[in-house]
């Protein structure tokens, strides 16, 4: 049952449900209107819900309860689109598409995808409250899908449901605080594959613009230019806003997206320097779990490789600093045995060994609190690290 309100002073009008209705298409005249739905209502929309511009006043949606529609959602207004309140609940079963002619973005206070297919932003959408994931794609696109600093996501997120970036969109968090957080995104190029990012802060100062940025592509980097042993995957992770940022940052991949051999593939970040993309192999990369982890205040495109070529080796000591336990991890894919050498301040040798590539533990608890280095002599080069045992 509905019933229809004209209140000639305020120029609105209101559909007021009271159970649960149904539409092929919704053409909403923005006239100074608003739909208002109550508390407890279903209204489903079986095809596409339009904003025909009139008399520049921005269209509103108020929900109190939920809103499911199958089609596109399509404001030709230059006006600001609001739907707040209660959920906007997609339900398409082939591609849905979210646009309009405004330069505002969409607001919505919860959306939730609960369909079998794709929904495309062709426009700029922030989520107030609460993004749901049951089942169903969201695709940004060339769009920024924009979570406010309240708004968490819920549902079950996964293999059926997520966020994709199939251009150059972003899944982007305000946070004013610092905040753990996993973004849920993922790529369906080669059937869907579930590649959340998990940011877990250490350290930083967060203000009401601070943000966190990420998009994930399912495509080898070109930058990553091992021959053999990949990941065909990359993420890309910006943050603005935050002062001396650092982050514990877990990256979760399938075994269908590694190239080559997964056991000879190492976590991989890459940073610009002089116009050019080098790779970091500071990461830790675990094969039985299909993850890599990076501690790091240098944020950019982060993916898995070999690279193949000892013009790429890399020595890391973790943790660093210590108390005398430590690791030494080798990368150098090109090396056989390498001769290292553990000294003091003053140069003076405590140690000397060979070492391959690989991770490697060692024990220095009883030498004093300090500074030391470790020396390890490549074919072409000698690496040095200084370690600080406390």
Avoid: C
């Amino acid at each position: 049952m509905s019933r229809l309100i004209y209140i000639p002073l305020l120029l609105a009008f209101a559909l007021l449900f009271t159970s649960q209705a149904n539409a092929q298409q919704a053409v909403f005249h923005n006239s100074g209107a608003q739909i208002v739905i109550t508390k407890g209502a279903d209204v489903n929309i079986q095809g596409s819900m339009l904003s025909e511009p009139s008399n520049n006043i921005a269209p509103k949606i108020q929900l109190n309860g939920n809103l499911s529609i199958s089609g596109d959602i399509i404001n030709h207004s230059d006006n600001l689109f609001r739907i707040s309140e209660g959920y906007l609940i997609l339900t398409g079963t082939g591609t849905q598409v979210i646009s309009s002619n405004s330069s505002n973005p969409f607001l919505v206070y919860n959306l939730e995808l609960n369909g079998t297919g794709t929904t495309l932003l062709q426009t700029n959408v922030r989520i107030i409250n609460d993004l749901n994931f049951q089942q169903g794609y969201l695709d940004v696109g060339d769009q920024d899908l924009v979570l406010y600093s309240n708004a968490v996501t819920s549902g079950t997120p996964g293999n059926q449901s997520m966020v994709i970036t199939s251009g150059t969109g972003r899944l982007i968090k305000s946070m004013a605080q610092q905040e753990d957080i996993t973004f849920p995104v993922g790529s369906t190029s080669k059937g869907a594959h579930y590649s959340p990012v998990d940011v877990a802060w250490e350290s930083g100062t967060f203000y009401s613009s601070s943000i966190v940025m990420l998009s994930v592509k399912p495509e080898k980097l070109d930058a990553n230019t091992s021959p053999q042993n990949y990941l065909e995957k990359y993420w890309d992770v910006q943050v603005s806003g935050v002062d001396n940022p650092k982050a514990d940052l877990t990256f979760h991949y399938a075994p269908e997206e590694v190239f080559g051999d997964s056991t000879q593939i190492y976590a991989m970040r890459f940073f610009e320097n002089n116009g050019q993309m080098w790779p970091r192999f500071d990461g830790e990369l675990n094969p039985v779990t299909h993850s890599f982890t990076f501690t790091t205040s240098d944020f950019g495109k982060f993916t898995a490789g070999d690279l193949g070529t000892s013009d790429f080796s890399d020595v890391i000591v973790f943790p660093n600093p210590n108390n005398g336990a430590f690791s030494i991890k080798v990368i150098a894919p090109a090396e056989g045995m390498m001769d290292m050498q553990f000294t003091n301040m003053a140069g003076q040798l405590l140690y000397s060994g060979q070492i391959d590539q690989g991770i490697h533990e060692y024990d220095f608890t009883n030498s004093p609190k300090g500074v030391y280095f470790v020396k390890i002599f490549f074919s072409d080069k000698i690496v040095t690290r200084k370690i600080v045992i406390r």
